[in-house]
């Protein structure tokens, strides 16, 4: 098969009736889901690890809200890194979040989807977000489904160069970054 799907030597190839269709074939049963989830908790990890105080991120939203991620920005924890702690107790819940021994407790700001975008993909930060304001949340690294991901600052027609503080500035997430992102959930 070449670049462009094509099968050398087939009498039928580059007819438009004849297309490649590409199918994702997974378990739907419990040991499935099971398999997927304990994947993407791994990965989570790792991605952890790496993370950079700026970098945006994208998390697994696992409430019943329709979105299947948030996005958000790694803030300093406290320490100079987004990593407020590493959990080494067996289970700790920190502000409503469970922790297993293992796990990062990432420091993020939490960025909203600009309900003037019908593709969902346009985030709005606080309106106040001078040094020392921000406040952030924290989160279970094995929830990271993709870390420094490119944001594009969105300027609104007819704006002026100069931002104002009482304005929320928006970021849009390109369409083939959110498909790694919903991809790597489960």
């Known amino acids: ?23 994702d074939v997974s378990r739907k049963d419990t040991r499935g889901i099971v398999a997927r989830r304990k994947e993407a908790q791994g990965k989570g990890r790792k991605l952890a ?8 991120v994208a998390v697994q939203n696992r409430a019943d809200d329709g979105d299947p991620y948030l996005v958000g920005r790694l803030v300093d924890g406290g320490n100079g890194s987004p990593i407020a ?8 819940k920190i502000n409503g979040t469970t922790f297993t021994n293992g796990d990062y407790v990432m420091a993020i700001e939490w960025f909203s989807r600009d309900p003037a975008d ?6 709005m930060g606080d309106a106040d977000d001078t040094p020392g304001s921000i406040q952030f949340e924290v989160v279970n690294s094995t929830e990271l489904r993709a870390i420094n991901l490119k944001m594009t600052a969105v300027r609104r027609p007819g ?16 369409a083939g970054d959110e498909w790694v992102v919903i991809s790597a959930c489960w």
């Not at 030597?9 to 438009?16: D, F, M, Q, S």
């Not at 019908?118 to 985030?123: D, E, G, P, V």
């Not at 304005?167 to 390109?174: A, G, I």
């Open 159 to 174: 704006a002026s160069t100069r931002r104002r503080a009482a304005v929320p500035q928006r970021y849009t997430l390109n």
């Open 49 to 56: 690890e790496d993370g950079k105080i700026g970098q945006w």
């Open 118 to 123: 019908s593709q969902r993909l346009t985030f």
């Open 85 to 92: 702690k590493k959990v080494t107790e067996s289970t700790v």
């Open 1 to 23: 098969m070449d670049v462009d799907s094509n099968v050398c030597g087939c009498v039928n190839a580059g007819r438009t009736a004849h297309k490649w269709y590409q199918c």
